[in-house]
């Protein structure tokens, strides 16, 4: 299972551009990336996510200015404390425009499918 | 404040390999503000071990606490319930905390998760450095509000020692020379000829060098350890 936390303003816009929904994905909306910490990453995994996506805007444009700086060190951090308990799933952050499903496919993993239209990545 | 850091995971995951249901507790004081044993740093915790658990294959159940105050009778009593469904602490408060509900709970068995450090100060954002030794006799009006027992590398009461080049330590080229403060501080101060009184051999009884300290404010003073 793949968890992604999805900034409103960006990341839940191209996930709702996305032509195909990814299965085994479990998409959360939230203020802005930057709000996301450590304890909602872990929990994701706990809850049996191999994979935790933070979908941020991109720097510069962010509405909340350092949402993805923020998102960085906190995914950095719940790295490093995976690590320390041997745990096999990874976070990541990704800064995507709301108009960006084919990056975000990519992202996921899901590149091969075609992207919905509008998609200025794809 | 009191400051501490959280011991590493392995050393924290062998103490308490035995335990299925643990309690995990934090404190709202000192640790809290060090970002060591607060509440959010008893969930991070408690998620770790959870995971570490599910990869070995043997689950844990753990019930998250968060005292006001690990050191205070009315705030330990209150980790009584939760004591009494577990197997065992994990104590992220600092020593005292640990100590005191290990005395309060015995035979419970209050494992701690931080090891307690120094007496310190906030210098930004998660940054934290310390200022006193504790030493029961304060010397600060004498060094102009810099302490020599912690910020000399030797602990001299007479400095500076020889190490003392460019302001610094010799241990590092980061570290201040405690006396080279204490000197800027004195002269900031007018009060160039205090440097060169002579302090007196230090009596460290008032420290830990005679047991364990104990302070009774007699107008209040109500022991709880003692028979009623």
């Not at chain 2, 969930?43 to 070995?56: F, K, N, W």
């Not at chain 2, 992220?92 to 090891?115: D, Q």
Request: hydrophobic share 40%; charged share 25%; proline share 4%.
């Amino acid at each position: 299972m793949t968890v992604a936390f999805a900034c409103k303003n960006s990341g839940a816009g191209t996930l709702g551009r996305m032509a195909i929904e990814p299965e085994d994905l479990k998409a959360i909306e939230v203020p802005c990336g930057g709000r996301v910490d450590v304890i909602h990453l872990l929990r994701a995994v706990e809850q049996g996510a191999q994979r935790v996506l933070v979908l941020t805007c991109r720097p510069g444009v962010c509405r909340s200015i350092e949402g993805y700086c923020h998102a960085e060190r906190k995914v950095a951090r719940a790295n490093a404390l995976l690590q320390e308990v041997g745990s096999s799933a990874r976070v990541e952050a990704h800064a995507i425009a709301a108009n960006e499903p084919g990056l975000l496919a990519r992202i996921l993993g899901e590149g091969d499918r075609p992207a919905a239209e509008g998609d200025t990545e794809g | 404040m009191i400051v501490a850091h959280r011991k590493p995971m392995e050393e924290i995951l062998r103490s308490i390999e035995g335990i299925d249901k643990l309690a995990l507790c934090g404190c709202n004081s000192c640790v809290a503000v060090c970002l060591s044993g607060g509440e959010r740093e008893v969930r991070i915790l408690a998620s770790q071990i959870r995971i570490a658990r599910q990869e070995a294959g043997r689950l844990i159940e753990i019930e998250e606490l968060v005292l006001e105050r690990s050191c205070e009778p009315e705030f330990v009593e209150k980790a009584a319930e939760v004591v009494q469904r577990t197997d065992g602490m994990l104590n992220i408060s600092c020593g005292v905390g640990v100590g005191y509900m290990a005395e309060v709970y015995a035979p419970y068995r209050v494992i701690p998760g931080l090891n307690t450090t120094f007496y310190g100060v906030g210098l930004g954002e998660g940054v934290f450095e310390e200022r006193c030794g504790g030493c029961g006799d304060c010397l600060l009006d004498r060094t102009g509000g810099v302490c020599p027992i912690i910020r000399c590398a030797k602990s001299i009461l007479n400095g500076p020692c020889g190490g003392s080049q460019d302001g610094n330590c010799e241990i590092s080229k980061d570290m201040p020379c405690a006396w080279q403060l204490i000197w800027d501080r004195l002269r900031d101060q007018g009060r160039e000829e205090d440097f060169h009184v002579v302090e007196p051999v230090k009596d460290w009884r008032t420290a830990t060098a005679a047991g364990p300290r104990r302070l009774a404010q007699e107008e209040i003073a109500v022991d709880r350890t003692e028979p009623a």
